[in-house]
């Protein structure tokens, strides 16, 4: 496994979790506008399928972060399940 690569792969990751938080937030944002604007004609359904839209990419995002997690650990031999975290930031 490439060094560069592995190491571009898990900032891209990165910037995509920000940028899904921040957009989370906004939608929080444009949630709360909207219905205090709109009152009994807020359209819920479409953010709550908005909302689930965006846990979907998070859920991705996440799921994507671990395999390649894994791949590192058994390029160097290592087990991933085997592998104890005792702090610091993964």
Avoid: C
């Avoid at 490439?2 to 939608?27: H, I, M, P, S, T």
């Avoid at 359904?45 to 846990?55: N, V």
């Amino acid at each position: 496994m490439a060094v560069d690569g592995v190491r571009e792969a898990r900032n891209a990751l990165a910037r995509l979790r920000r940028a899904v938080e921040k957009a989370e937030r906004e939608l929080g944002a444009v949630d709360g506008a909207l219905r205090h604007a709109e009152g009994s004609d807020f359209p819920e359904a479409e953010f709550e399928g908005a909302a689930g839209s965006l846990a979907a990419v998070a859920a991705f995002v996440e799921e994507q972060a671990e395999r390649l997690e894994a791949k590192v650990l058994e390029a160097g031999g290592l087990e991933p399940g085997r592998i104890r975290r005792t702090g610091g930031v993964a």
